[in-house]
């Protein structure tokens, strides 16, 4: 049960939030109704220097990967040591860090096509380097560090000093409302005393120097006390750090994470990141960033379970025909080789805009972390179908009956967590909504908010009559023809405009329609999330085609047309259910179902609770429950 009330939780998620928009961004247009393709089109090349710069370590990590025993180290759980040395020796702890403090000094577009070939093979790997590079130490440190901090750590990380970020807590997952591990200042606050315990933190059994999320002490804001969470970079050898447990999962078997408990533990205040109190922005900013590693990550696996289908789907021949001519295959194969091409045009999207700079690519790297952890998790599913028996068949146990060991379950495993960690897909969902909505929320919010003071109407009502008229007018009325330059992709923009426009008026008549409720009707503005994910991989899928196709590739406008013809269905289907007229229905048995009334559905089962597991008082919450909580 959560410790904090809703507006607590709502409090500090939106202390934290980046309110202000400086710069551009086409998801954040379109959810306004507004289909800027100028803004990824031309498509976001990386930069060949940069690229050519990166060649040599990737080829040095592609050979690395190419001696690593994967299903070794899953078997172990234990990632050897002369591995890690190995990466650290050839810079793979410092890719991103800066030459001048001992890094390698690469993109990141360089970093994320290696965690990309690294994700391929490895999952347990990727989450050591990227644990460590995409939110530990380095990258905070890089966005918000002082001169002095960036001397004194960067070198040690540069090196292989492995770094950990700990955030969770038992009762702070993704709620960070919840968070009680508490930083005391002491000695007239030049250092503070660091109290607690962070769950499930990676890397945390073995790393050097950690990111700590704690809270420190509150300030009045307004006459009311607002709570503080601040950052701090901690040495793993001060005196009261501990790994309390070694924790192990269902897959990324030999990740190094743990329960590490801080006690009394002195931290300078020169090792605050940014400044005291604003630990969460800098957590979420740093997580903007570091969410554009696990997208491409997901390409990496996607491509695998691409080629392992390939090969299988070609040579397995079951009532006389390759599996692969049999339609029902084929329509996976379709789907995956399609979806594996929008992955990587939406990964490289999010990326190319944030190396490009001048350009805010928050709401791109949420629905790329979102999109491709979900279509990445459908095309493994569809390669272990493909692969049978063998698809559900440890490595280890083919190799001893002598085929070929080839590790889908593995991949799967490891895949899974990909939906949950670094922002969950409805913690995604909610942050994508929760911009989706802002525009509106500032202008209008305040005439359909009952609880509204009559100068707040008035106010708002100036507002709206100076934005709505011509905007909403603008919605209805598209461009004729335009995109010819697409050739056959031309008819999926011209789709994606006038599905934008009708995006943008469907998410102004939910607000008319529920008013200050909307934001409890989180189904509906999830669907719409969905449908702007769609429309983003759509426009970044052709603008990808047409990139390659002028490069001569011009076999990537079959691939993007066979993602269009598919994501537009789907977009249809969404827009026909979108304000979600079973969802009540739905949203009262899941209450039933919680409060005993259907326990009947469980008999006949001895199941996976202990039997000795007494069940915990209800939350007084889930009495109160007639209709769905917000947040
Ligand atoms: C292998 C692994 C590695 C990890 N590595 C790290 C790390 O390095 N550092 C770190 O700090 N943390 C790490 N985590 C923690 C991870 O980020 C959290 O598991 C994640 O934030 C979700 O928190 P939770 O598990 O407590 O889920 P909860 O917050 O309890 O959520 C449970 C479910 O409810 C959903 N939910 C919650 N709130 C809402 C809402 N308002 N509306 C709708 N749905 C909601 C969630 O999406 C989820 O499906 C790791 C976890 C794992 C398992």
């Keep these: 049960m959560s410790a904090v009330s809703e507006q607590e939780a709502r409090d500090v998620a939106e202390a934290a939030r980046e309110t202000e928009w400086t710069h551009p961004s086409f998801v954040k247009e379109l959810f306004l109704g507004r289909f800027r393709l100028d803004l990824i089109h031309p498509y976001p090349e990386p930069d060949p220097a940069e690229m050519a710069k ?4 990737l080829d040095t990590l592609r050979a690395f990967l190419e001696r690593v025993d994967s299903d070794e180290i899953d078997r172990t759980g234990e990632i050897p040591e002369a591995i890690v040395q190995e990466l650290r020796d050839m810079g793979a702890f410092g890719i991103k860090i800066p030459t001048e403090y001992g890094g390698l000094g690469l993109s990141q577009m360089a970093y994320t096509r290696a965690m990309q070939m690294v994700t391929s093979k ?26 002095a901090q960036k001397r004194q750590f960067f070198p040690r990380l540069a090196k292989g000093a492995i770094s950990a970020f700990a955030l969770t807590e038992v009762n702070a997952g993704s709620d960070p409302a ?24 990676t890397n945390g059994t073995r790393a050097e120097l950690f990111v700590v999320m704690a809270r420190t002490p509150d300030v009045v804001v307004n006459g009311k006390p607002r709570k503080q969470i601040t950052a701090f970079i901690v040495d793993a050898a001060t005196p009261g750090v501990t790994v309390k447990h070694r924790l192990r999962f269902m897959g990324l078997k030999a990740i190094e994470n743990g329960v590490i408990g801080f006690t009394n533990v002195r931290v300078p205040r020169e090792n605050i990141l940014w400044g005291e109190g604003k630990g969460l922005k800098l957590a979420l900013i740093t997580l903007n960033t570091g969410r554009l590693t696990l997208p491409a990550s997901c390409v990496g696996t996607a491509k695998a379970m691409l080629e392992v289908t390939r090969r299988w789907a070609g040579e397995r021949v079951q009532w006389g025909q390759p599996i692969g001519k049999h339609d029902a295959i084929a329509h996976k194969i379709g789907l995956m080789a399609a979806n594996t091409f929008a992955m990587e045009a939406v990964a490289e999207v999010a990326t190319g805009l944030y190396e490009r700079g001048g350009y805010d690519i928050r709401l791109e790297a949420a629905i790329a972390k979102m999109y491709n952890s979900e279509a990445g998790w459908r095309i493994i599913d569809d390669a272990l179908q493909i692969r049978g028996g063998r698809g ?3 490595a280890e146990s083919m190799a001893r009956r002598g085929e070929t060991p080839i590790a889908v379950e593995r991949a799967m495993r490891d895949f ?19 911009e989706a909505v802002d525009h509106h929320m500032k202008t209008a919010f305040a005439l359909v908010n009952p609880q509204s003071s009559m100068g707040e109407k008035l106010g708002a009502v100036g507002r709206v009559a100076k934005f709505y008229p011509a905007w909403y007018a603008r919605r209805w009325v598209g461009q004729v023809g335009g995109y010819a330059e697409f050739g056959v992709l031309a008819k999926h923009l011209r789709f994606a405009e006038r599905a934008t426009r009708r995006l943008g008026r469907a998410i102004f008549h939910a607000m008319v329609r529920f008013g200050p409720k909307l934001e409890r009707r989180q189904m509906v503005l999830f669907r719409a999330v969905d449908i702007g994910a769609e429309l983003f991989a759509m426009s970044a899928t052709c603008a990808r085609a047409l990139m390659l196709a002028r490069q001569g590739q011009s076999e990537a406008l079959t691939v993007a047309d066979a993602f269009c013809r598919a994501a537009r269905e789907r977009i249809q289907e969404t827009f026909k259910t979108l304000f979600g007229v079973n969802d009540p229905a739905l949203y009262r048995l899941a209450q039933q179902v919680l409060s005993g009334e259907h326990r009947w559905l469980e008999r006949g089962i001895v199941g996976l609770v202990p039997s000795n597991v007494v069940s915990p008082a209800r939350p007084a919450e889930l009495e109160r429950s007639a209709e769905p909580a917000g947040v």
């Design 392 to 394: 559900y068949e440890m």
């Design 122 to 147: 490895d999952g347990s790997l990727t989450a050591l380097l990227s644990a460590s590079q995409s939110i530990g130490v380095p990258q905070p440190l890089k966005l918000f560090g002082t001169e």
């Design 54 to 57: 990166a060649q040599p370590f």
């Design 178 to 201: 919840n968070m009680v591990t508490a930083a005391t200042p002491v000695d007239d606050g030049s250092a503070f005393l660091l109290n607690g315990e962070k769950l499930w933190c």
């Design 416 to 434: 899974r967590i990909n939906l949950i960690f670094e922002g969950s897909s409805e913690i995604m969902r909610l942050f994508i909504a929760r």
